[in-house]
């Protein structure tokens, strides 16, 4: 998938569960703030990239997924 | 010296209607919420029959944070909650001031789990069940979530009682309030509405096959039934002190005279005599009235050959020839299980408001056993002023209620 295609596809997939407008999610903007996640809600940030794009993002690698940026780079070089 | 108990809101999210209205009509019309589920037929259930009722869509009232954590049955808990609590006249402000309490029956919470098993199966990673499960699966979901919405601070407790849960719920909560440590608690029960949950109950004949015609499957009481038919949704009462009632000037609906209770100690499913014999008597004793004094008993009756004819032995020998008229609502709604308790109340306050009880639908011909009862097939124009509702479940847990119109 092209990356900004696969953008796309990320926000959208956030935008419908986490009830964010997708315009809120610049590369970037913290992913926690916008989506407004604390440590229960972040796990269902990684299981909703696991089951719509099929990558897993481990605890360990999860300090490192800050930014929106940081994601679509995360899930783009995994895909 | 202990308090009276009475009943000044209540709630409810059934397959007869989402209003009290909707419900009182529904009662009086002798509607049946049973349907074939298309779903059950192509998953090989001996019976498709449930009751039909959708989940509520609570974007628009709840925050996703809120949601996320929610089964299908905390949704109907909290649609009959609200509803319960408007009537009651109890706003957010009063929850916040005043330590109100929440006692809610429910048993099973079948999906959540299921579905965080089949992840944990598939993936290997337990991260992957997501953060609602662990607050979905277990049973005292309903009452963690509501307790958390409405900002409850008295007790918080769940009742797994089996088929008796919401009437257990709401004679505990009764308990407490007669006995000065509570002066509101919001009660009530719940049940899940979806195959997985009742899959295995299906799988040991429990229920009914008589799918050609749906609304004539559930009939307790009648001769040829031949099983019960699940349903589900939930049903809110808020009981409360009769002295927070005046002061508060909210609307006192009734008051419950007395709960009885018992275990069967026996078998696992099948249900024996002496046990609701004795909730009955208990009840009944408690209460300190004649029985000429009720006018109404909600029988628990699911439409078993065996539940039925021993609760009509119990009833019968209980009451004699009292001839007060019995029925079994499940004849419209199905067997509501966890929430059935609380549900029934609902049924037979509302037919109590109204003066009139809804005929046990489906009754056409009596057996050895129901045939010493008054059962009215028809909804009959009455006036009563105290009923008592019957709720028993597996393992032999016995329930009952008697409440008086005020």
Same mark, same amino acid.
Request: hydrophobic share 30%.
């Given at each position: 998938m092209e990356k900004e295609a696969l953008i796309e596809k990320i926000n959208t997939v956030l935008s419908e569960e986490f009830e964010v407008e997708v315009s809120e999610m610049t590369p970037e903007a913290d992913i926690k703030e916008t989506l407004q996640l604390d440590s229960l809600s972040l796990v269902d940030m990684v299981a909703l990239i696991d089951s719509e794009f099929g990558v897993k993002i481990k605890g360990t690698e999860l300090v490192q997924v800050k930014t929106f940026g940081a994601l679509y780079d995360f899930v783009h070089e995994r895909m | $010296? @202990?308090?009276?108990?009475?009943? %000044?809101? $209540?709630?409810? @999210? +059934?397959?007869?209607?989402?209003?009290?209205? *909707? =419900?009182?009509? +529904?009662? @009086? %019309?002798?509607? +049946?919420?049973?349907?074939?589920?298309?779903?059950?037929? *192509?998953?090989?259930?001996? +019976?498709?029959? %449930? !009751?039909?009722?959708? =989940?509520?869509?609570?974007?628009? *009232?709840?925050?996703?944070?809120?949601? =996320? @954590? $929610?089964? *299908?049955? !905390?949704?109907? !808990?909290?649609?009959a909650t609200v509803d319960a609590l408007r009537a009651a006249q109890i706003d957010q402000d009063f929850l916040d001031k005043n330590d109100v309490g929440l006692i809610y029956g429910n048993d099973s919470s079948t999906i959540p789990v299921m579905e965080s098993c089949d992840k944990i199966r598939e993936k290997r990673d337990t991260t992957l069940c997501g953060s609602g499960a662990i607050f979905q699966s277990m049973n005292s979901t309903v009452t963690m979530n509501l307790g958390c919405i409405f900002k409850l601070r008295g007790i918080n407790l769940s009742v797994s009682a089996a088929c008796a849960s919401g009437s257990h719920a709401i004679g505990l909560g009764a308990l407490l309030i007669q006995n000065g440590l509570q002066d509101i608690v919001v009660c009530g029960g719940a049940q899940e509405v979806n195959p997985f949950a009742v899959g295995s109950f299906d799988g040991i004949s429990a229920f009914s096959t008589r799918i050609d015609n749906p609304t004539q499957a559930c009939r307790p009481f009648d001769r040829d039934r031949d099983g019960l038919v699940p349903g589900g949704g939930a049903a809110t009462v808020i009981i409360e002190s009769y002295e927070s009632a005046v002061r508060r000037g909210a609307p006192i609906l009734a008051e419950i005279l007395s709960y009885g209770f018992s275990s069967n100690g026996d078998h696992i499913s099948s249900p024996n005599v002496d046990g609701p014999t004795k909730s009955l008597q208990m009840a009944i004793a408690r209460a300190g009235i004649n029985l000429n004094e009720i006018g109404y008993i909600n029988a628990h009756a699911t439409s078993t050959k065996v539940g039925d004819a021993n609760e009509a032995k119990a009833i019968y020998r209980v009451i004699g020839d009292s001839r007060i008229e019995v029925t079994s609502t499940k004849s419209q709604t199905g067997h509501e299980m966890w929430m059935a308790g609380a549900s029934e109340v609902i049924y037979s306050m509302l037919m109590m408001k109204n003066d009139f009880i809804a005929g046990n639908i489906n009754f056409e011909n009596p057996d050895e056993d129901s045939q010493h009862l008054l059962i009215p097939s028809k909804t009959i124009n009455k006036k009563f002023d105290t009923f008592l509702s019957n709720s028993f479940g597996f393992g032999g847990t016995n329930s009952t209620l008697i409440i008086r119109n005020l």
């Open positions: - | $010296m @202990y308090k009276r108990v009475v009943i %000044t809101g $209540m709630g409810i @999210y +059934s397959c007869l209607g989402k209003t009290l209205d *909707e =419900v009182r009509d +529904s009662l @009086y %019309t002798g509607k +049946s919420g049973i349907v074939v589920d298309p779903q059950r037929q *192509e998953l090989g259930f001996r +019976s498709p029959l %449930t !009751a039909y009722l959708e =989940v509520p869509d609570l974007k628009k *009232e709840l925050s996703r944070s809120q949601r =996320v @954590y $929610m089964p *299908e049955q !905390a949704k109907y !808990a909290y649609c």
